[in-house]
């Protein structure tokens, strides 16, 4: 048996290495920014293409995408704001009324079949300044009695903003539905009607 004191000798001695932690490589590196229109979460894959741009207005809703984001598309998830500046510059920049057109890559990851083809025909045919009713859209994507699916896709959409799904009303003009809210909705609309 070793005695209290050579052990309590051993232990003075001993210097172990101090090393900071480090972290490999995210699949998905994501940020929380707060905007002019609402708290948005951004993230985007290990290729840089962005996957989210969605409303986050509490930490339950930070959770539930994460989450979401995590069964989709890889558990590996870690918050890296750094990565993200390019796109919150962007953002900036559309939600002063500076640019017209986000310039980056996407990835519709965390869409379904159906909603891919709702929000890709969105980002074709409804620019800046533009709006499209709900049967509007379900006529472009060939499916002309299909206005509350493709309001339902609308809703689901995971790059908010950047695929403009804040352009598409009722079918009288009408301020329906939004994730980010119809305040939200309205800051968009009048921002694009003013230039």
């Not at 290990?46 to 930070?62: M, Q």
């Not at 920049?93 to 986000?102: I, K, M, N, P, Y």
Request: aromatic residues 6%; contains cysteine.
């Amino acid at each position: 048996m070793t005695s209290p004191t050579s052990l309590e000798q051993r232990l003075q001695s001993w210097s172990p290495a101090v090393v900071a932690p480090t972290f490999g490589a995210a699949d998905v590196a994501y940020a929380v920014t707060d905007t002019a229109v609402g708290r948005i979460l951004l993230a985007r894959n290990d290729s840089g293409a962005l996957i989210a741009s969605r409303f986050v207005p509490d930490d339950a809703a930070e959770d539930a995408l994460l989450e979401r984001i995590g069964r989709r598309v890889s558990p590996r998830i870690l918050r890296r704001p750094g990565d993200l500046d390019p796109v919150r510059r962007q953002l900036d920049e559309v939600l002063a009324g500076r640019r017209h057109t986000f310039e980056l890559a996407t990835d519709l990851a965390l869409a379904t079949p159906f909603q891919r083809t709702v929000l890709t025909t969105l980002g074709r045919t409804v620019g800046w300044g533009a709006r499209a009713s709900y049967g509007d859209l379900a006529g472009r994507i060939g499916k002309p009695s299909a206005a509350r699916a493709v309001g339902s896709a609308l809703g689901a959409n995971p790059l908010c903003i950047v695929l403009p799904c804040h352009r598409v009303v009722g079918a009288h003009g009408a301020l329906t539905g939004y994730a980010g809210g119809t305040a939200a909705k309205r800051y968009l609309l009048d921002l694009e009607a003013a230039g």
